[in-house]
């Protein structure tokens, strides 16, 4: 198979380079070279896609499959899906079930109504940007385009740093704010398992929307801290917090506390996605402490100091806000 990634120096991208190497297949990354990351087997391009211009070494070649993990302006994935629709067979692009027009139903499809968004747009909202991209490389591959939508992704080398912050917190000990319920049920899966089911589904010619994310209550909040703690090593203790108590404190879900989404909360539904199409189709979830374990071992070996994507805040929670809560419950 020859494959062109458009990306792959970082996190999921990562993932599907390391995955398509091991299958043995020809892979060729697009970038802007500024990852350090890039194995000997893999040829790399240098460009900027939001120059049109730098595409061009892509326009004498032939591709079997094209894998794209763009979020930036659509008319990026717009001029790369034009140049390469008489040139590759097939086109997968790593969406987002943020796709999906707010507020998103508890048990969401894959036929859920999308963002209003356009193809041509020059920017938006992550959203927008992500629903123009699938309507430009749809229009351009038709049925040989595959959109994942993926929630929660987590694992090695994430860059985003929800669960490294977890393992992390985990890690220093002591009394640690968990928010509850403990059996509050998660959706997620490890970019190494997003990474092998696009490939697989590329491969085998797949096309249209699939929610690509483990089935509800593959893990819970309880499971996941309970792994982080194991895979740590550490003697903390888990002080669980009510949705109220976190709310009355003025803490931000997904964001302060990353992962966790209270139960009324009204994007729920990104742990509450309808995946049994992508399952029928094959995709598979490892269990969340292997994940977890995973990249607790990648973590160690970057000095527990993750690097971060810069166009992005940092998540988590501050110190002092997360003893001033475990103090307000010790003294109700």
Sequence with gaps: MRLLVLGGSSFAGRAVVEDAVARGWRVTTFNRGRGVWSPTEVERV???????????????????????????????????????????GHYTYISSCSVYA????????????????????????????????ELAIERAFGDRALLLRPGLILGPHE???????????????????????????????????????????AAAGRSGAFNAVSRRGHATMGTLLEAARAATGSDATLTWATPQQIADAGIEPWTELPIWLPPDHEYRAMHAADVEKAHAAG??????????????????????????????????????????LLFAQRTE
Excluded: N
């Design 46 to 88: 240098v460009g900027d896609r939001l120059e049109p211009a730098t595409l061009a070494p892509l326009a004498a070649r032939e591709w079997d499959l094209v894998l794209d993990t763009w979020s930036g302006a659509p008319r990026a994935a717009r001029d790369a899906a034009e140049l390469l629709a008489p040139r590759a």
């Design 159 to 201: 860059d985003v740093g929800r669960l490294p912050w977890w393992l992390l917190r985990l890690a220093r000990g002591g009394e640690v704010l968990a928010p509850g319920p403990a059996d509050q049920p998660l959706q997620l899966i490890d970019a190494r398992d997003l990474a092998r089911f696009a490939l697989d589904a």
């Design 102 to 133: 707010p507020p998103p139903r508890v048990g969401l499809d894959e036929e859920d109504p999308t963002v209003e968004a356009s193809p041509d747009a020059e920017g938006g909202e992550y959203a927008e940007c992500k629903r123009g991209a």
């Design 283 to 324: 995709l598979t979830t490892r269990p969340v402490e292997e994940t977890v374990a995973d990249t607790w071992a990648w973590l160690e070996t970057v000095a527990r100091d993750p690097p971060l994507r810069a166009d992005l805040p940092a998540p988590g929670l501050d110190p002092v806000r997360e003893q001033a």
